[in-house]
């Protein structure tokens, strides 16, 4: 009786071993992913972020799970959507948008892996050690923004040589890039002999009045900063641009895409698809983001709306049209 009964246990716990370990496959990771802008699960970034996890082996629903949480552009609201994602008990964070968001992230946590996608020195604010190796939770991506302001410059005089007077629409000091960023665009309106007109929009409600200013001090030209209240809100300066016939530069495709004139900038679809695969599903897989060092994109892209220059009266020069990686008919 004892020998059956003990073979009875043995079989037992036997079928209960395959069960167990299919409980613990079932329980599948959960990346959350914190954003400073409005809700778009469904954008163009966030669809390169997930084939990025499908090309590592992560497929959303099958054997990963995203948890969203936005802004919705106010910074006030970053610290308790990353601390909700720390109850959460998540695997990682993704903090995208802003610098703040990933400083955000890190103030709620120093052991869940932060994966950031923002523009900024990640070393300048406390976020990493050196960007070889960071060092800490913190590693991802940095977009160079602020010193492309020449390249913007020489793009807009090459589309707007009359402008001798050109508006730079800047975030204010509330804006972490804000004197580094100005100062590059002065010194580039400087090297080409152009004047500039900074008009601050330190918030949504400021954007109006910017351009109140831009337009009463007659610039011939607008450079847009690469703000993330600024992107938030793209929909909105571009249509602003357009009533007020201003040719305008933007940092991003998002612009040209919603009828800017031209974009100038990282190609931020293909940097999301780099983060899915070469940050996020390696740290899944066990590597550590102290160990992986923070990458800028190897990739600009200018973007002609050549419906937006027809609208505007111009005359988009070949040169421009030769060299542009996307042209909006």
């Known amino acids: 009786m004892r020998r059956r009964e003990f073979i009875t246990l043995l079989g037992g716990a036997a ?3 395959p069960l167990a370990a299919y409980a613990q496959q079932a329980a599948m990771p ?15 970034t966030i669809a390169a972020f997930r084939q990025g996890l ?19 552009g106010q910074y006030d609201r970053l610290p308790a959507l990353a601390a909700d994602l720390v109850h959460h008990q998540v695997a990682l964070i993704v ?29 300048k604010y406390g976020l990493a050690a050196s960007l070889y190796r960071p060092g800490s939770n913190v590693t991802g991506m940095t977009f160079i923004t602020t010193e492309l302001a020449g390249k913007r410059f020489d793009l807009l005089r090459e589309m707007v040589p009359q402008a001798t007077t050109v508006a730079y629409l800047s975030g204010g000091p509330r804006f972490l890039r804000f004197e580094n960023e100005q100062r590059n665009m002065l010194e580039a309106a400087r090297a080409l002999g152009r004047h500039v007109i900074v008009a601050e929009a330190s918030s949504d409600r400021d954007i109006e009045a910017a351009f109140e200013t ?29 009533r007020h016939k201003i040719p305008a530069i933007y940092p991003f495709r998002v612009y040209a ?21 070469e940050y996020v599903g390696r740290i899944l897989k066990g590597e550590k983001p102290a160990d992986l060092p923070v990458q800028t994109p190897t990739k600009y892209e200018l973007v002609v709306n050549l419906k937006t220059a027809k609208a ?13 990686d996307a042209v909006i008919e």
């Open 15 to 17: 079928a209960g071993w």
């Open 30 to 44: 959960v990346i959350g992913f914190l954003d400073f802008g409005r809700p778009l699960p469904n954008g163009r």
């Open 54 to 72: 499908a090309e590592a082996g992560y497929i959303e629903g099958r054997n990963v799970a995203i948890e969203f949480r936005w802004a919705e």
């Open 95 to 123: 903090a995208t948008g802003s610098l703040r968001t990933a400083i955000a992230a890190k103030a709620a946590t120093s052991t869940i892996p932060i994966v950031i996608a923002a523009g900024g020195d990640p070393v």
């Open 214 to 242: 831009i337009v009463q001090r007659q610039a011939g030209a607008l450079i847009v900063g690469a703000v993330p209240h600024f992107t938030s809100n793209s929909d909105r300066i571009v249509a602003l641009a357009e």
């Open 257 to 277: 895409l919603r009828d800017g004139l031209m974009s100038y900038g990282a190609d931020i679809v293909s940097a999301f698809r780099h983060l899915g695969v």
């Open 312 to 324: 505007l009266g111009l005359e988009v020069p070949p040169t421009l049209l030769a060299t542009a």
